[in-house]
Every structure is written in structure tokens, then in C-alpha cells.
């Protein structure tokens, strides 16, 4: 009886039924979630003008005054904080957090492992579970574990460009977004 399961189960392996496979292309399909409404223009205006002065303040700091904040994943942290500030992925705890914890495994992962092409894969799954361990899923931490990485960081990545920057992303995004009647930034901190 054991035999037969085995061999069943290695001929399922081997071919695909069509309504197995059918079923796993239906999951692609897609959600029942409505489209997208349309943006009103005053609305994109107050965003673009929003994400502009916060990485536009924050690359003159780096740039003009040698405050090392400019990381690339800030400008999609930018995106969720301006464009989608009511999200939880937006939300301060989030961004700095999801940043830092990322920021820490991708240094840790290159200083243990080095930069390699499977280290770089290891800093982000790190920083996935990190984020999912401490509450504080951010996906531009991604991309930020993964310059870790990839730039071969130290330890001082950590706090400044990452911690830093993404703290001051995220009061620039408060100041800035609450300037707006229709707009509450943030619905709650930590």
C-alpha cells in the first residue's frame, strides 16, 4: 500500500494533471476588486508637489551639507507616503522601522557572507522576515537590504543614510500631508 502511494505520487509530480494545472492558472486571474478610480488633478498636483520637496530636501542635505540620508528606496517610500499615506505599509513605523530592520540584515548578510548573487537574495529574504517579524512591513526595505548588500555596506548604513533618511522622509510626509483638508498623515505612529 505504502509502494502505491509513493508511485502515485511521484506519476503526479511527473505530469501535471489538466485541472490541477488549470486551477493553478486560474489563481492568476486576477482579484474581484473594483479598477482604480480616477485621481482627482488637485490630488496628483498635492502629491507630486509632496514627494518633489521631500526627496528634493533630502538629496540637498546629502548633496549640499555632506549628511549622507539619500538612499534609492526613499523614493519608493516617497510614492507609499505621498500617493497612498493611508496605507499601514505608510504609516512611521513602517517606513523607519521596515527601513532599519532591512538596512540591518542586509549589512549583517554582507558582512557575514560578503557580496555575492546569492548573498544579495539572502539580505532581502532576511529583510522580509525581519519586517514580518517585528511588525514593520515596508517594501522599499527590499531595495534597501539589497544595496546593503550589493554596495557592501557597514554598520553605519544603518543609521545614516537609512534610519535617518527614512525618519526625516516621514516628518517632511506629516508636515506636508496634513497641509491638506482631505489628507490625515499618520494614522498612528507606533
Not at 121 to 141: E, W
Not at 153 to 168: R, T
Request: overall charge positive; some cysteine.
Amino acid at each position: 500500500m505504502e509502494e502505491n502511494k509513493s508511485s502515485a505520487s511521484a506519476a503526479y509530480l511527473k505530469k501535471p494533471s489538466p485541472a490541477i494545472l488549470s486551477l493553478y492558472l486560474c489563481k492568476m486571474r486576477g482579484g474581484k476588486c473594483p479598477a482604480p478610480q480616477p485621481v482627482q488633478l488637485k490630488n496628483l498636483l498635492f502629491t507630486g508637489v509632496g514627494s518633489f520637496l521631500a526627496i528634493g530636501l533630502i538629496a540637498l542635505l546629502n548633496t549640499n551639507h555632506s549628511l549622507p540620508l539619500l538612499v534609492p528606496s526613499l523614493g519608493a517610500s516617497a510614492v507609499l507616503l505621498f500617493a497612498a499615506c493611508h496605507v499601514p505599509m505608510a504609516q512611521p513605523r513602517n517606513v523607519i522601522g521596515g527601513h532599519t530592520v532591512s538596512a540591518i540584515a542586509g549589512v549583517i548578510t554582507y558582512q557575514l557572507f560578503g557580496n555575492d548573487w546569492w548573498t544579495v537574495a539572502l539580505g532581502v529574504s532576511l529583510a522580509i522576515l525581519f519586517m514580518n517579524l517585528t511588525h514593520t512591513l515596508h517594501p522599499p526595505g527590499g531595495a534597501t537590504a539589497f544595496m546593503a548588500v550589493f554596495t557592501r555596506q557597514d554598520f553605519s548604513y544603518i543609521f545614516s543614510p537609512v534610519a535617518l533618511g527614512a525618519a526625516l522622509l516621514v516628518l517632511i510626509a506629516a508636515l506636508f500631508n496634513n497641509c491638506s483638508s482631505q489628507r490625515k498623515y499618520p494614522d498612528y505612529w507606533f
